[in-house]
């Protein structure tokens, strides 16, 4: 049985999130709270909870100010967000100061249902759509070339291993990139070994938000046909 947090201001959200996660998972207990304030308090209060679901809209929170609150306070604590927001450096943003997930509330129900799965089991989710989408293109520093700031890390990987992390970037799970990919599940393992290394990254996360910074779909979409 699974414990569930949403913290949501506003009760219909809530009730309508209630409903699609209660169809998915009939055997889960479900709380809530309208503000960031109410949130702490039923964590401090109950037992064994699995995950929350924050809004980053909440009265007394400013943005990513209560995951920074929360993540400080309860670091054991998983946080995935549910939100109306859906820019990409947000998403990145939220999942560097620790979220376990970024959830856009359009998600259709069946959607929602798998990116809970996902997170319940220890994985990272991000939304597809959203990560697909090209970043704003930074200012060139004086002499530099887009193309400069762009290849610093990413030329390092082999052409297989930029398409598990682009996979990766749009929070695809090993087996889910396997399947994509039509490789072994132990294949991707290691490529993400790999990935991790060449990139001097410390994490799944990290290598992410790298390829996000680097403008990795940019970058494929160069990439000469082999």
């Known amino acids: 049985m699974y414990s569930l947090l949403v913290a949501d201001d506003h009760p219909l959200f809530r009730d309508a999130l209630h409903a699609v996660i209660r169809s998915g998972f009939t055997d889960t207990e479900l709380v809530e709270a309208d503000s960031l304030a109410a949130a702490i308090a039923r964590i401090e209060a109950q037992e064994g909870l699995d995950l929350l679901l924050l809004d980053l809209s909440l009265p007394d929170a400013d943005g990513l100010e209560g995951l920074k609150a929360l993540r400080e306070t309860f670091p054991w604590l ?30 259709p129900r069946e959607q929602l249902l798998a990116a809970l799965q996902q997170i319940l089991q220890g994985q990272l989710y991000l939304p597809a759509e959203i990560m697909r989408r ?27 291993q930029l398409d598990v992390l682009s996979c990766m970037s749009q929070g695809m799970s090993n087996k889910q ?49 082999r």
Request: hydrophobic share 40%.
């Open 177 to 225: 990139i396997a399947r994509e990919l039509a490789i072994a599940e132990t294949t991707v393992k290691t490529h993400v070994s790999a990935i991790l290394r060449k990139l001097g990254a410390s994490s799944r996360v990290h290598a992410i938000v790298m390829a996000g910074e680097e403008d990795l779909s940019g970058y494929l979409a160069k990439r000469p046909v």
């Open 134 to 160: 090209p970043p704003p293109r930074p200012p060139s520093a004086p002499g530099a070339t887009l193309s400069d700031h762009r290849q610093s890390r990413l030329p390092r990987l082999t052409d297989k």
């Open 78 to 107: 998983p946080v995935a967000i549910v939100s109306a927001h859906q820019e990409r450096q947000l998403v990145l943003d939220a999942i560097t100061l620790g979220a376990v997930g970024y959830i856009p509330k359009s998600t």
